[in-house]
């Protein structure tokens, strides 16, 4: 199981690095290129009874049974931190394309941001979520950082809420830095 996981979450990464931009006017995008992320897919969270597994189209999939969450990712650093403005207030933007099969039960995006000696903060997409049977969805989740403020890491998760079962399909996750809304 744990060999069939890190090629998924390989694949998963090759196919996320090779996505194209959504046009935006981002200033940096992360799109965890091996050299630049960690991924820790992490499936010993007793909350959250799942079963992974890769679809021929790269997409990953998460067999879930009940509510919980699934951290996909870590980010280690300030983010994709570059460009002239970098030190100004800056937006850091998780997204995803979501598509759900059968899910009895509702998932959205959530962005962890740990800063060294203040704690986690987080930004949750309760706005969009997804429950029953969808087709490819982008779901997004900003947080909003001043000039001074450095996380230590960022944690891209999926949250599942309530009883049920069903799939949840991911794929083209990144995360983005842009200027902040004006």
């Not at 960022?154 to 842009?178: H, Y």
Request: with cysteine; charged share 25%.
């Amino acid at each position: 199981m744990r060999s069939a996981l890190r090629l998924a979450v390989l694949a998963l990464l090759l196919a996320a690095a090779a996505c194209g931009g959504s046009g935006d006017d981002s200033r940096a995008d992360e799109r965890f290129a091996p050299a630049s992320m960690r991924a820790v897919l992490d499936t010993d969270q007793p909350e959250l009874d799942c079963e992974l597994s890769l679809e021929p189209d790269g997409a990953l999939a998460v067999a879930v049974n009940g509510p919980g969450r699934l951290r996909l990712f870590r980010v280690d650093g300030p983010g994709p931190e570059s460009g002239p403005e970098s030190g100004h207030d800056r937006t850091m933007r998780y997204e995803a394309r979501v598509a759900t099969r059968g899910l009895a039960s509702q998932v959205y995006l959530e962005l962890l941001c740990h800063f060294p000696d203040q704690g986690t903060y987080f930004s949750r997409d309760l706005a969009h979520k997804l429950t029953g049977d969808t087709d490819w969805t982008v779901l997004s989740t900003p947080f909003y950082l001043q000039a001074d403020q450095r996380p230590a890491s960022f944690s891209l998760n999926l949250v599942l809420e309530g009883a049920g079962s069903g799939r949840v399909l991911v794929r083209d996750v990144r995360l983005l830095e842009a200027a902040p809304p004006r």
